[in-house]
């Protein structure tokens, strides 16, 4: 492959292309995805979009996207996005479209989408080898309706819909598991609080084809309970306490990007924000921040042991 | 033009073939099915140029033929029953859209209790998605309707989807003979896909489908949905005659058969139209003033032609394929609005129900309703809405349940699938 451009933060983009001004939160870890995400890609993308928070990116008649958007349905984006690649392929191959008449196409979804309702259609997507990329801004619930809980919502984590002493009482859904066990062209886990590792990623998807999995970590100040100004710091220490592995699987294995050294403990994740607080207060919770840290620490053993 | 034997399902194919569709997203369901399939062997013995695509549900099938659409090449899909059920949201959605595309329902009952055979419920779900539709009654329809439709989508103060129906099994598979036009007239008839400012490509941002706030805005977007659904009426006028004009085949949006001097009328949509006709020659044979009136387009509902084909009736029978339950038959409550206030409206509309998932509608039932219909028009009281079932309909019945160990609920009610009281299984 050749050699990225992106070598130091200096190569990053110095000015934007998605427009001020959206009606995201403060803080919003997931705009700062797609912010990113979109500097990379470049105006020739269309956005198909499913049901979540970014669908307020797009509000007649304004849109911060200098290229194009579709929104779809909840259930249905990758569908949206085979229909205009497919679309787009025909009217190439007849002559109807130049070459730089092109589209990228991105399907954007949150985590509610992406491990639910909109599982059967990006997993068929993948069957189909479809040639897009799909951008999941993961804020671990579904952040639009007021952070219920989602597939995505880690185990202990309290939400509209699990407010009680305990938080979510399953696992968080592994997203990037089930897509790499169906063998797509890439994978990556992505923050916007890590914007040249960020960058070196899409810089690689784009210069693929077939499906493409980003996965971004998208800290969310009113869903998860902490201050906007506090949304960089959080993604960076759920990086350092080892809680969001920075990864990506290219050519049918996994590569660590950052194995963080020391890993913080995760109580320095989990305590900044108001959705863990339960595990403090009144009384600490040693035996549930215990299985939070045993859980990390054997994803981490596994790496170590080449297994993961 | 050949002549050829084919089924609805074949007819549609052909249909698709002659409208040259540049791509298929597709998903099986009986009995539609052999549309996909046809097209797929065309496409894979070079006959056909297109892309298809098999999608993993319904829903992501209509959504890929709205995006495909919206990104500027023709696009044709077919489905059935509970598929269009799992679609609906997307129905709505591509209408709103406002993407030119044809959509092939072949009409079967809906679930529960789940059955394969047809009837009108499925394509009446659809009946206020935007999305216009045309009713077929034979196989020679199936192929015409999809070149008009083809023509009326396409039209840009229309860019709606439009639902060509066929009944499942009575015409889906059922061969009929069948004018097939040659593939230069088609094309005279129906020129290459006409190109959007707004498709999706590279230099030409577009967005599309964007929320709004606001009641303003979204009621802006609907009244245009709504408006360009009406503006379909002439714009099908148009695309009819020149169909007549070039093939000889005329498809007024409301068909009436023996009806001019009629005193009484038949109304009914899809293929089982074909028996009510047979009945009309019969009634007439035997002296009785009687016709038929076919909606062959439901939406948008062509009220000034119904209303010319109605008003000055003695009285109606309305037969309905479908049940609104807790309301009765769709098309009744379309027919009777249609007629409100018009001078010289029939007193006597009656409703009737028959033909629910597969069951037949036989000649002598079509002369029981014109004797009633005589019989309401002399004594002026409209009776209510008769449920068609035969006693021996009901013997069968019984025999089921007996089979089931089904206990009958009463004195000759006929337990509900759902809730039957069964202690093994339920039919």
């Known amino acids: ?308 | 033009m050949t002549r050829a034997l084919l089924t609805g399902n074949a007819a549609a194919a052909w249909g698709a073939r002659l409208a040259r569709i540049d791509y298929l997203p597709a998903f099986p369901i009986t009995p539609q099915t052999e549309i996909i399939e046809t097209i797929s062997r065309w496409i894979g013995e070079d006959e056909m140029r297109c892309r298809m695509v098999m999608l993993e549900s319904e829903h992501s099938m209509l959504t890929a033929a709205g995006a495909a659409a919206s990104t500027g090449v023709r696009t044709f899909t077919a489905t059935s029953s509970q598929g269009l059920l799992y679609g609906m949201e997307m129905l709505y959605t591509i209408a709103g859209w406002r993407v030119p595309l044809v959509l092939i329902n072949v009409s079967r009952g809906l679930s529960a209790p789940i059955t394969l055979e047809p009837d009108h419920n499925d394509i009446l779900a659809a009946r206020d998605s935007g999305c216009l539709q045309l009713h077929c009654a034979t196989c020679q329809e199936v192929v015409d309707a999809i070149l008009i439709a083809y023509r009326l989508s396409e039209q840009p103060q229309v860019r709606l989807p439009v639902i060509v129906n066929l009944d499942g099994f009575s015409l889906s598979f059922t061969r009929e003979p069948v004018s097939l036009p040659d593939d230069q007239a088609a094309a005279h008839y129906l020129p290459a896909f006409r190109h959007d400012a707004a498709e999706f490509r590279g230099g030409h941002p577009a967005s599309k489908a964007v929320a709004v706030l606001g009641g303003g805005a979204y009621s802006y977007f609907r009244y245009e949905t709504h408006l360009a659904a009406l503006a379909a009426i002439d714009a099908y006028d148009d695309a009819a005659r020149e169909f007549e004009q070039q093939f000889g085949r005329r498809y007024p949006s409301v068909e009436c058969y023996r009806n001019d001097d009629a005193e009484i009328s038949f109304v009914m949509i899809g293929s089982f139209a074909t028996k009510a006709k047979d009945a009309v020659d019969r009634l007439r044979d035997a002296g009785h003033k009687i016709g038929l009136v076919r909606p062959f387009m439901l939406r948008p509902l062509p009220e000034a032609d119904l209303r010319k084909a109605l008003v000055g009736k003695s009285g109606i029978a309305v037969i309905d394929q479908n049940l609104a339950p807790g309301r009765g038959g769709i098309l009744h409550g379309e027919v009777t609005s249609v007629l409100y206030g018009q001078q010289e409206r029939p007193a006597t509309v009656l409703s009737y129900i028959g033909g629910l998932g597969g069951r037949d509608i036989v000649i002598e039932e079509f002369f029981q309703i014109a004797a009633d219909v005589r019989a309401a028009v002399a004594s002026g009281a409209t009776p209510a809405p008769r449920l068609l079932y035969t006693r021996n309909e009901l013997t069968d019945m019984r025999k089921m349940q007996a089979a089931a160990h089904v206990e009958a609920t009463g004195d000759g009610a006929v337990d509900g699938t759902g809730g039957a009281p069964s202690k093994e299984t339920t039919a």
Request: proline share 6%; glycine share 10%.
């Open chain 1, 1 to 308: 492959m050749k050699e990225s451009q992106f070598k130091a933060a200096r190569d990053l983009p110095s000015s934007h292309i998605l427009g001020a001004g959206t009606a995201m939160c403060a803080g919003c870890g997931g705009l700062g995805a797609v912010r990113e995400v979109y500097d990379v890609l470049g105006k020739d993308t269309i956005f198909v979009n499913a049901a979540g928070c970014m669908t307020l990116l797009s509000v007649y008649p304004f849109t911060p996207f200098r290229g194009s958007w579709l929104y779809t349905a909840m259930a249905s984006a990758p569908a949206g996005g085979q229909g205009v690649r497919d679309a787009l392929d025909i009217r190439l191959e007849q002559g109807s479209l130049r070459k730089d008449e092109d589209l990228q196409v991105v399907v954007l979804t949150g985590d509610g989408t992406a491990n639910g309702i909109g599982l059967s259609a990006t997993s068929a997507a993948i069957d189909r080898q479809l040639d897009f990329i799909y951008l999941c801004y993961d804020n671990e619930g579904y952040g639009n309706t007021g952070q219920q809980t989602s597939a995505a919502t880690p185990h202990g984590a309290r939400t509209a819909t699990d407010p009680e002493t305990g938080g979510m009482p399953g696992r968080k859904k592994d997203l990037f598991a089930i897509w790499t066990a169906n063998r797509p062209t890439y994978a990556a886990t992505v923050l916007a609080a890590e914007p040249l590792d960020l960058a070196r990623k899409i810089e690689t998807a784009r210069s693929l084809s077939g499906p493409r999995l980003i996965l971004a970590l998208a800290p969310c100040p009113p869903g998860w309970g902490f201050e906007p100004s506090r949304s960089v710091e959080i993604g960076r220490l759920a990086v350092r306490t080892g809680i969001f592995p920075l990864k990506e699987y290219i050519d049918g294995r996994v590569v660590h990007n950052r194995i963080p050294h020391p890993r913080l403990p995760v109580e320095d994740y989990l305590k900044p924000q108001q959705r863990f607080a339960h595990l403090f207060e009144p009384q600490r919770d040693d035996k549930r921040i215990g299985e939070i840290q045993a859980a990390v620490d054997a994803y981490w053993l596994e790496v170590e042991n080449g297994h993961a």
